[in-house]
């Protein structure tokens, strides 16, 4: 069964420094992960996507992520935060198997910016 | 509808008391998801929902809950015999393949 493990429940940062989320997954086949956030009193939304093409993937607000598979992670950066990516973030892992494709999240991340 | 629509937004019940939480999914989404999100526990995998298939129940913490989808469309999640650590935000996604889930802004069940 495929899972994520997400370390630090909060992440403080300070506006304009670097943004460092991380991500490990358990999957007994490449599997595909994703990023989703959670803006307050909002509902999820995609933030990006690794599905086995270039292992560097962008995504909205200048995020990035890169699947490592030596180290079985996918964490997520971007290198200056902003006061609105205070949110809780969430990363999330599938099996890609003939379109049926159960996701299974993590537990979050809220990221605190300081100004 | 432009997007998942989920309803009603808060529902507060009584402990023993049956609730009926409804997802009406993007139109031509064949996939659709239940999970639960409570302080602390990230989303909790409840249901899952593809096309003619048969659903997978693997995540329904008890045979209190069950689910069903009428026509490839709406669902309902029904709790029965509520219990206060039934308490959670419960959200619905719709997806075309799974690689991009679109959720809706969730029913907040309050259990006294």
């Known amino acids: 069964a495929q899972s994520v493990t997400q370390l630090g429940s909060h992440v403080s940062v300070s506006e304009g420094a670097l943004v460092l989320l991380r991500c490990n997954y358990s999957s007994s086949v490449p599997p595909y992960l994703f990023w989703y956030v959670q803006y307050p009193n909002q509902g999820l939304q995609l933030l990006l996507k690794y599905t086995s093409a270039a292992t560097l993937v962008k995504g909205i607000n200048g995020f990035e992520a890169e699947f490592k598979k030596s180290e079985t992670s996918f964490h997520l950066t971007k290198p200056s935060a902003h006061m609105s990516d205070a949110a809780e973030y969430f990363c999330?892992?599938?099996?890609?198997?003939?379109?049926?494709?159960?996701?299974?999240f993590g537990t979050g991340t809220k990221l605190q910016v300081i100004p | 509808g432009a997007g998942v629509s989920q309803s009603p937004s808060n529902k507060v019940t009584e402990k023993g008391k049956d609730v009926e939480l409804r997802c009406d999914p993007i139109s031509g989404h064949t996939a659709l998801y239940w999970y639960r999100q409570s302080l602390g526990q990230g989303l909790e995998f409840l249901i899952y929902?593809?096309?003619?298939?048969?659903?997978?129940k693997s995540g329904l913490p008890s045979d209190r809950f069950s689910a069903e989808r009428t026509g490839g469309s709406v669902s309902t999640l029904t709790i029965q015999r509520t219990q206060q650590e039934d308490s959670a935000v419960y959200l619905c996604?719709?997806?075309?393949?799974?690689?991009?889930?679109?959720f809706g802004s969730g029913t907040q069940l309050s259990v006294l």
């Open positions: 996604a719709s997806s075309l393949t799974g690689e991009k889930l679109f």
């Open positions: 929902f593809q096309g003619n298939s048969a659903p997978d």
């Open positions: 999330a892992v599938s099996k890609p198997s003939g379109g049926y494709q159960k996701v299974t």
